[in-house]
């Protein structure tokens, strides 16, 4: 009765706040080495100025990236204005050493970067830059974007 009842709730929960994904593309990072002055772009369409978003940046790395931690300065513009300039810190791995996010020999980390937020309808430029010491980072092999349109 207890796990019908558990059961019940979840799946509740699950159709209560569903995300349609409106946009997620990866970019790749040429020889998994991501240079200071290289900025990764990505051109989302927000089509329904109603809804509320959510953007996440995803990092894949292996185990040549050194750092528990990862900063990075992102941009983000809809028509050539820009709405927001953020330095966020990503968090890749606990005070042990252990990676978070999925993965064996290689590990994606989604990063929640805004949260139910409301956009304008267009074509937006994000721009994504790391922001650490390092003029090249090591065992970074790709950078995504994601937007995610919560559905009530």
């Not at 200071?36 to 369409?45: L, Y």
């Not at 990503?90 to 805004?114: D, F």
Request: aromatic share 10%; net charge negative; proline share 3%.
């Amino acid at each position: 009765m207890k796990k019908a009842l558990l059961l019940a709730i979840s799946s509740l929960l699950l159709v209560a706040c569903q995300q349609d994904v409106a946009f997620n593309t990866y970019y790749p990072i040429s020889a998994q080495s991501w240079d200071a002055d290289s900025i990764v772009v990505f051109h989302p369409i927000v089509e329904d100025s109603i809804a509320d978003y959510q953007m996440l940046i995803t990092i894949r790395h292996n185990d040549r990236y050194t750092y528990q931690n990862m900063w990075m300065f992102v941009d983000v513009k809809l028509d050539s204005i820009l709405l927001r300039r953020d330095t966020i810190e990503a968090q890749m791995a606990n005070a042990r050493g252990e990676w978070y996010g999925k993965g064996m020999s290689e590990y994606t980390l989604p990063v929640i970067y805004l949260e139910n937020i409301t956009l304008p309808k267009g074509e937006y430029t994000v721009g994504i830059q790391q922001g650490m010491r390092e003029e090249s980072l090591r065992g970074v092999s790709n950078v995504g974007l994601k937007l995610l349109k919560n559905n009530p």
